[in-house]
């Protein structure tokens, strides 16, 4: 069975900074993608950045520059450090994942879900 859990949310002044945990477990492929969605309250979850196994990212316009993801397999475990936090970066952020090697930012292509960390970025 496959977990993942988010950590590391919390309330942070704009300007800030906030490094997002997913520690998963029991999957039984290798060829994988990991990413970060957010949602925000009244609106669609929306994509984050994204990683394949090999390495490979994608981001979202809003976070390029701001947001990195990266991987430590070793530890079974994606990071995402946010900096320079927004009031509009405020939302609950769930760590998915699914079967593939494309690093797509799509909600409905992912298969796995974690329980999200709630991020507020107050101004």
């Known amino acids: 069975e496959v977990q993942l859990q988010a950590s590391g949310g919390g309330l942070v002044q704009a300007g800030g900074s906030l490094r997002l945990s997913c520690a998963y477990s029991?999957?039984?492929?290798?060829?994988?993608?990991m990413a970060w969605f957010r949602q925000a309250p009244g609106k669609e979850r929306e994509g984050v950045s994204s990683i394949s196994r090999d390495g490979s990212t994608e981001y979202a316009d809003s976070v390029k520059g701001r947001f990195t993801i990266s991987s430590d397999n070793a530890k079974n475990t994606v990071y995402l450090q946010m900096n320079s936090l927004r009031p509009v970066d405020t939302g609950v952020y769930y760590c998915?994942?699914?079967?593939?090697?494309?690093?797509?930012?799509?909600?409905?292509?992912?298969?796995?879900w974690g329980q999200g960390t709630l991020v507020t970025v107050s101004s």
């Open positions: 029991g999957f039984t492929f290798d060829d994988r993608v």
């Open positions: 998915a994942a699914v079967s593939g090697t494309r690093p797509w930012l799509v909600v409905i292509f992912y298969d796995y």
